[in-house]
């Protein structure tokens, strides 16, 4: 069946920086927009990045514009984000997700397929 698989995530100092994973499996996503989310105990799960299914256009939660980069690569059936600069607040279990359509979304509720997350811990 269609599956999303994290990796990447640990425990890393502020300032420094991790390169998520996403593999997917079952299925091509190359024709999917795909998209990263977070969430932290006790607040909501929140918008993070997401792509379109060629990889030429992108886009980023507020928070993370500029320290996280979002990319894919469809020979590979892999989405990846790099974060940079990481500070306290990005500390949450971080999904990837894939919609059954090429185009980007910034609302979970558009995203059929999501992977079992994958945890940052960011000290400071």
């Known amino acids: 069946q269609e599956q999303l698989v994290e990796s990447g995530g640990g425990l890393v100092q502020a300032g420094g920086s991790l390169r998520l994973s996403c593999a997917a499996s079952g299925r091509t996503f190359s024709s999917s927009g795909m998209g990263w989310f977070r969430q932290s105990p006790g607040k909501e799960r929140e918008f993070v990045a997401a792509?379109?299914?060629?990889?030429?256009?992108?886009y980023y939660g507020g928070s993370v514009k500029g320290r996280f980069t979002i990319s894919r690569d469809n020979a590979k059936n892999t989405l990846y984000l790099q974060m940079n600069s990481l500070n306290a607040e990005d500390t949450a279990v971080y999904y990837c997700?894939?919609?059954?359509?090429?185009?980007?979304?910034?609302?979970?509720?558009?995203?059929?397929?999501w992977g079992q997350g994958t945890q940052v811990t960011v000290s400071s």
């Open positions: 792509i379109n299914w060629s990889g030429g256009s992108t």
């Open positions: 997700a894939a919609r059954r359509v090429p185009a980007l979304s910034t609302d979970a509720s558009f995203y059929g397929y």
